[in-house]
C-alpha cells in the first residue's frame, strides 16, 4: 500500500531560524494536504498540493510539490512562537487523507 | 465563523462501560469524518459518511464502535464496552464536497478527551 514518510519527528529550533519538514512517499501523489496542531489542539487546514512542481506561499511558509509528485516539503523562515505546534502531510489515496505521525517544531527557550 | 461542534469535551469512564460522542458539521458539509488520535500520532479514520451513508468504516472495529448519521446532518460514534486501550482523542471533522466527486479541506471539531480507567 502507499507508504508515507514525515522527517524529522521533532525539531528542535532557536526563535528566528529556519524550520524545514519533508514529507516521501513510495508511490506517486494525487494530491497532498497540509495541516498544523498546536499543542492542545485540532488540526487545522494549510494548504493543498495539486500540480506536479508547485510551489506556494503563506506568509513565512513555502510548500513545494515534488515534480515527480513523490515528496512534498513544508519550510517556514525565521519561526516565531506561533508557529508551535506538529505539522502534518496528508496524501490523498480513494478521497480519503493518509496521515502520517507529522514534525512537532518545538522552540527553545 | 462556522464550526464544527463536538460534545463532551472530555470524557471520564470505568472499562466495560458505554460512551457516546456528538458531533455537529458546519452547515452544508456532506461529508463527517470521525477520526481517533493517540497522543504523538497522526489522526486515524474510523468512519466516513457522505450525508447519511456510510462511505468508508473499514478502520472501525465494529464489536464493540457504532456511529450514525442518520439524517445526514450530526452525528454520533458509540463505543461498548469502552477498554483502556481506547483512550484517546476522538476527532470528528467535515468537508464541503462529495466523496468520489470532488475534494475539498477538512475542518475538525475540538475533540472529546477520552478516558478509560
Known amino acids: 500500500g502507499q507508504q508515507v514518510m514525515q522527517i524529522p519527528q521533532y525539531q528542535h529550533v532557536q526563535e528566528g531560524e529556519d524550520f524545514t519538514t519533508y514529507c516521501n512517499s513510495s508511490?506517486?501523489?494525487?494530491?497532498i494536504q497540509w495541516y498544523k496542531q498546536r499543542p492542545g489542539g485540532h488540526p487545522v487546514f494549510l494548504i493543498q498540493?495539486?500540480?506536479s512542481g508547485e510551489v506556494k506561499k503563506q506568509k513565512r511558509l513555502t510548500f513545494q510539490f515534488g515534480e515527480a509528485k513523490k515528496n512534498s516539503s513544508l519550510h517556514i523562515t525565521a519561526t516565531q512562537t506561533t508557529d508551535v505546534g506538529t505539522y502534518f502531510c496528508?496524501?490523498?489515496?480513494?478521497?480519503?487523507?493518509?496521515w502520517g505521525a507529522g514534525t512537532k517544531l518545538i522552540i527553545k527557550p | 465563523e462556522a464550526e464544527v461542534a463536538q460534545s463532551p469535551r472530555y470524557k471520564i469512564t470505568e472499562k466495560s462501560q458505554a460512551v457516546a460522542f456528538w458531533c455537529d458539521p458546519i452547515?452544508?458539509?456532506?461529508?463527517l469524518y470521525w477520526y481517533r488520535q493517540i497522543l504523538g500520532q497522526g489522526p486515524e479514520l474510523l468512519v466516513q459518511?457522505?450525508?447519511?451513508?456510510?462511505?468508508?468504516d473499514s478502520q472501525l472495529p465494529k464489536d464493540r464502535f457504532s456511529a450514525e448519521r442518520l439524517k445526514g446532518v450530526d452525528s454520533t460514534l458509540k463505543i461498548q464496552p469502552a477498554e483502556l486501550g481506547d483512550s484517546a482523542m476522538y476527532l470528528c471533522?467535515?468537508?464541503?464536497?462529495?466523496?468520489?466527486?470532488?475534494?475539498?479541506?477538512?475542518?475538525f471539531g475540538p475533540g472529546t478527551r477520552l478516558t478509560v480507567l
Open positions: 496528508a496524501p490523498l489515496r480513494n478521497y480519503q487523507l493518509i
Open positions: 508511490t506517486t501523489l494525487s494530491n
Open positions: 498540493l495539486v500540480k
Open positions: 452547515s452544508g458539509h456532506a461529508t
Open positions: 459518511f457522505q450525508d447519511e451513508s456510510v462511505v468508508d
Open positions: 471533522a467535515s468537508s464541503f464536497g462529495l466523496a468520489g466527486v470532488s475534494y475539498n479541506e477538512q475542518f
